[in-house]
């Protein structure tokens, strides 16, 4: 009795938003939605159109694809790095560190479209290859982004601990280095993956508004803005599709890892 | 003695400290610009000048400073994101309401909140414009759709964050659903709440200036792009980069700040 209850559950887990897909989908489809709106196909073009772009071009797409996962994935990897390094030294030095905790926390509210120029232009010299220093300046504007969201989060995981779980080990004469390994350690572990839920949507988003910005012209976001600069609204649409695609992709593949790691954590 | 010690290694004072450091980064890197690069003010100038700039009658415009330009656009675009983070956050309120009410709204409407969030605001701003036909107002939906997730799902949080017990306790005494969510759950998700609003505020401002960069008419994203092209002084750029990084960190504490107004009794933290 209890199994089938769960299963309804997921079942209208999944129906639920996929019936509500659907009905939109076919809105679009029919332009009952463009009546309702008072657009045209020309800017919001029909799914189907959509979609055979996408089929058209895939070798193109996944050039700018490619280009785009590089500039993310090598910003968050790097960027979560960073940040969880900044945090451990935050919690070794907690005078200072927490201080300059709070100066990465008020890096993520500088708005990215002024990250972007400004490294874009200090990256100018690394290279003479115009699409090796534009991917460089795109990474590290990534990296920022990210790191900062992970360093508060590492650090709270770091050292919002279980009540008197310190004194306990240090009353079994537990090393500073001990103490870390067995419990800061894996106390953070959650608190990690809240960051990456932050994190994994964003660094893909700022990655594309990046592009918007960068020398060499390529990557998904860049494509979006020539293409609905020069009005062409399918393909842009294409392009968007693409980057969503992105985006749900590597939150699954969170998701997934999450369930993995944190297998019997969760209450 | 040990007063002044304490004074000098408080939370502020070492703030201080770091951003002292930033700028002494930042000042090294200038001087290494300035002697390597020919145009130095186009990559990184010193800081000083940025403040120079400020209070210069260098004309940038035929009619206006620097300084003029940046402010009165700024005045725009600022007024832009205030008006769409106030609808994001009603918007967003009534949404997690909703689906904190009714089971099937949340399963419906979840997923596709994660989706709005990935969609790249500029690809959605030419329908928007298409929509509205008016390019200020979809300006400001635009800073309405992005404050409007971190809100909604934060504030849902909050209301799954109740305790059961108290829960229990509110039924037994045979409260009302609306005694229940007045009483008990909105107080109890009002931290949640202001998380959300700390990362929207910030987001507000800078979908307001991006999607300025699309479109003429004003705004700190038009000047911030039309700098960058070198159509008028690069030290508009510079200002704007200034003022959105100081406005941006602004938006952020201005929501701590209001928080701890509306609800003292909570320890603000970082």
């Known amino acids: 009795m209890k199994t089938k209850k769960i ?11 996929v019936i509500f897909g659907a009905i939109i989908l076919i809105l679009c ?45 090598g910003g968050l990897i790097i960027g979560s790095l960073l940040g969880y390094l900044l945090a451990i030294i935050a919690t070794v030095f907690p005078k200072g560190g927490a201080g300059g905790l709070s100066v990465a926390a008020a ?32 990474t590290l504007v990534v990296t920022v982004f990210c790191m900062a969201s992970m360093s508060i989060n590492a650090y709270r995981g770091l050292n919002e ?34 960051a990456l839920r932050v994190t ?28 609905i600069v020069t009005a062409q609204y399918a393909t842009a649409w294409a392009y968007i599709t693409v980057a969503c695609i992105m985006g749900i992709i590597m939150y699954i593949i969170l998701l997934i890892a999450e369930n993995v790691l944190l297998k019997g954590r969760k209450s | ?47 000083y000048q940025v403040i120079a700039s400020v209070f210069s009658n260098t004309m940038a415009g035929p009619t206006k400073t620097i300084t003029q330009i940046v402010i009165s656009n700024a005045g725009m675009t600022l ?51 298409a929509i509205t036909k008016d390019i200020d107002a979809s300006r400001i939906i635009i800073a309405a759709i992005l404050t409007f997730y971190p809100v909604s799902t934060n504030v849902l949080a909050g209301f799954k964050s109740v305790q059961q017990e108290k829960l229990d306790l509110m039924f037994s005494l045979a409260a009302k659903r609306k005694d229940v969510y007045m009483k008990l759950m909105v107080p109890a998700s009002m931290p949640y709440f202001f998380t959300g609003l700390k990362i929207a505020a910030p987001m507000a401002i800078t979908a307001s200036i991006l999607v300025d960069t699309l479109q003429g008419g004003g705004g700190l994203g038009c000047m911030l792009s039309q700098s960058l092209k070198h159509a008028m002084s690069i030290y508009v750029f510079w200002q704007i980069a200034f003022l959105s990084a100081i406005v941006g960190i602004l938006s952020f504490c201005l929501m701590g700040v209001i928080e701890k107004i509306l609800s003292p009794q909570r320890k603000a933290k970082l």
């Not at chain 1, 990256?123 to 220093?133: C, E, L």
């Not at chain 2, 002292?20 to 002697?35: K, T």
């Not at chain 2, 008006?83 to 399963?107: P, Q, R, W």
Request: one cysteine or more; glycine letters at 4%; proline letters at 6%.
């Open chain 1, 107 to 138: 890096f993520n509210a500088i708005p990215i479209v002024v990250i972007a120029p400004i490294f874009n232009n200090l990256t100018k010299g690394i290279s003479s290859d115009a699409s090796f220093r534009s991917m460089i300046a795109k």
């Open chain 1, 161 to 194: 601990l279980p009540p008197f779980s310190v004194d306990l080990l240090k009353s079994y004469a537990a090393g500073n280095f001990t103490i870390f390994k067995k419990l800061r350690l894996p106390n953070s572990i959650p608190y990690i993956f809240i």
């Open chain 2, 79 to 129: 007024w832009r994101a205030a008006v769409g983070f106030l609808i994001g956050m009603a918007v967003g309120y009534i949404l997690a309401l909703l689906m904190s009410l009714f089971k099937t709204v949340e399963k419906v409407a979840f997923p596709y909140l994660m989706i709005i969030q990935m969609i790249p605001i500029l690809g959605i701003a030419p329908i928007i414009l």
């Open chain 1, 7 to 17: 299963n309804k559950n997921m079942v209208t887990n999944i129906l639920y938003p």
């Open chain 2, 1 to 47: 003695m040990n007063k002044a010690k304490k004074l000098l290694l408080s939370k502020k004072m070492i703030i201080l400290y770091w951003v002292l450091g930033l700028i002494a980064v930042w000042e090294v890197i200038a001087s290494i610009v300035a002697v390597t690069k020919r145009s130095p003010e186009n990559v990184l100038p010193h800081i």
């Open chain 1, 200 to 227: 994994v949507p964003g660094c893909i988003i700022s990655g594309v508004v990046c592009e918007y910005f960068a020398e060499y012209v390529i990557g998904v976001g860049r494509q979006i803005r020539e293409n």
């Open chain 1, 29 to 73: 489809q029919t332009q009952i939605m463009h009546k309702i709106l008072g657009t045209d196909v020309f800017t919001l073009p029909l799914p189907s159109r959509i979609i055979e772009i996408i089929s058209e071009n895939i070798p193109k797409i996944m050039v700018n694809v490619k280009a785009t996962l590089i500039v993310s994935v």
